[in-house]
Nanobody, 127 residues
Framework: QVPLVESGGGLVQAGGSLRLSCAAS???????????MGWFRQAPGKEREFVAA????????NYADAVRGRFTVSRDRAKNTVYLQMDRLKSEDTAVYYC?????????????????WGQGTQVTVSS
């Protein structure tokens, strides 16, 4: 298991933006660079759902329909950090957001394809 740490969550008004970051901590920083990475979210009373994923080199990205066109996933391999830029936020985007390390170089929307989940960061969008 690779400890992942998310940051950047907070309270924002509808229509606003946030950028989440996800980094492996300490001596594990080099162990995510060859893996796909994903973002998921879980709203109160709902199941965890896929948000976005990015391949090991950033060349392939995919998004859930609910966020496509508003969210952008990216990574800086030199910094071993993955980002989720969230624009035009809606109240329904309110959730705890998690990043996860993929089991392969290209990761998809299935949670079974991921390991090493972070603890999550709360995003609250007020309407």
């Amino acid at each position: 298991q690779v400890p992942l740490v998310e940051s950047g969550g907070g309270l924002v008004q509808a229509g606003g933006s946030l950028r989440l970051s996800c980094a492996a901590s300490g001596r594990y920083v080099s162990t995510t660079s060859n893996n796909g990475m994903g973002w998921f979210r879980q709203a109160p009373g709902k199941e965890r759902e896929f948000v976005a994923a990015i391949s090991w080199n950033g060349g392939i990205t995919n998004y859930a329909d609910a966020v496509r066109g508003r969210f952008t996933v990216s990574r800086d391999r030199a910094k071993n950090t993955v980002y989720l830029q969230m624009d035009r936020l809606k109240s329904e985007d309110t959730a705890v957001y998690y990043c996860a390390k993929g089991l392969s170089a290209v990761s998809g929307s299935d949670m079974s394809g991921y390991t090493s989940w972070g603890q999550g960061t709360q995003v609250t969008v007020s309407s």
